[in-house]
């Protein structure tokens, strides 16, 4: 929990996000799978999605969303004290992404490590590093949400191979005594529901082998259902205790950024929430569900598009395997 006792101020200084050229719109999904534009419109709100290229990694859209979020914090990436790369989609399973990141950047002086909270990897992120900077141990902080999902996306199977795409959203943080920054924080694990979004194979329990790429278990696996009820509930209640934390109602809220799943999930929440439309921040219809990346790339697109002026607060909310999620207000 943060927004308590804190020693120093923490700022977000700087916001920059990729997404591969390569387009895939649902047009190109009937020619793979049994599917129809309508029905992934009509379901999830999705028109089409970005694709990386074979050469394209995780890591080189975290590096070229994290060389834009440098930028404009005119911060010489040798001043770096800690990346944190949040992925389920590593370049491999070690080293860390935030190495080959780190590397990439020439940020020498950095410690680098990699967090796996899946779709509510940026926002688990985000606390690390804000608790790292007020505690007065960091002043200077990389986070990014990255992932290349098109690899481990099983184009056989209509029920998720139309849901994810590809791209990469950084921050950086930096001590700014005298900043609000984050105003608080609620993050939330349910290990129980571990199984109904995973991706079974290629860990210790199930190592690959012939016989598991015949099975297909290296593939991502979803109950949607059982996750669409599990992520209304979750994200609706984890934003009313921020809300509730850093005393402020909805109509405080400048811009609501939720993960981009699903349009009817981001509906329900809104709706719960007591948010008008023109609150709620979308761009799902490009990019699809992006992961990590998700509440990133919407954060930076929000920026980009003049939504947010300084001062204003915005909501972000996460939702994703594990189970997962999290909810923060940042006074811009
Ligand atoms: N094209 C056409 N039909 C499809 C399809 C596709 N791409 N995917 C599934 N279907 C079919 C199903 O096979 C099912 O057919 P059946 O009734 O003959 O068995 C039918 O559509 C309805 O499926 P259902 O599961 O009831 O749809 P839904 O309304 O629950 O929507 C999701 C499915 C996946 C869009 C929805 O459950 C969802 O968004 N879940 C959350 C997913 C998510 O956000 N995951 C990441 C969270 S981090």
């Keep these: 929990m943060s927004g308590e006792n804190q020693l120093h101020g923490c700022a977000i200084t700087g916001v920059g996000s990729y ?15 049994d599917t129809t534009d309508e029905w992934i419109t009509t379901r999830t709100g999705i028109k089409q999605r970005r694709m990386a290229a074979d050469n394209e990694f995780t890591s080189t859209m975290a590096a070229a969303a994290s060389r834009k979020a440098l930028a404009q914090a005119e911060l010489d990436p040798a001043e770096l004290d800690l990346i944190i790369v949040a992925t389920i989609t590593p370049d491999m399973p070690f080293p860390a992404t935030a190495c080959l990141v780190q590397q990439e950047l020439g940020a020498a002086k950095a410690a680098a490590f990699d967090l796996e909270a899946a779709c509510s990897g940026f926002l688990y992120a985000l606390e690390i590093a804000q608790a790292f900077i007020t505690a007065g141990v960091h002043q200077n902080i990389l986070i990014i949400g990255a992932e290349k999902l ?3 996306i099983d184009w ?3 029920n998720t191979c139309v849901l994810f795409g590809d791209g990469a959203g950084a921050a950086v943080l930096q001590r700014r005594d005298g900043a ?3 105003l608080a924080t609620r993050l939330g694990s349910d290990g129980t529901k571990a199984n109904i979004l995973a991706m079974p194979g290629g860990g210790c329990c199930q190592p690959a082998t012939v016989d598991s790429v015949n099975e297909r278990i290296h593939f991502l696996k979803m109950e949607g259902k059982e996750v669409y009820k599990n992520a209304v509930t979750a994200m609706t209640a984890a934003a009313k205790e921020v809300l509730e934390r850093s005393g402020l109602g909805i109509e405080d809220i ?3 950024i939720p993960h981009q799943a699903n349009m009817r999930i981001i509906s329900a929440i809104g709706d719960r929430l007591g948010a008008t439309e023109d609150q709620v921040f979308v761009n799902l219809q490009k990019y699809g569900n992006t992961s990590a990346a998700s509440v990133a790339v919407a954060l930076d697109e929000a920026l980009q598009q003049g939504v947010v002026q300084r001062g204003d607060k915005i909501l972000i ?5 594990g189970l997962t999620w999290g909810a ?3 006074e811009w």
């Design 19 to 33: 997404v591969p050229e390569r387009v895939l719109t649902n047009a190109d999904l009937e020619t793979i799978v």
């Design 150 to 152: 098109s690899s481990i």
């Design 156 to 158: 056989e199977d209509r």
């Design 180 to 182: 609000r920054g984050v």
């Design 254 to 256: 400048k811009c609501i």
């Design 317 to 321: 909310i996460a939702f994703g395997a």
């Design 328 to 330: 923060t207000v940042l």
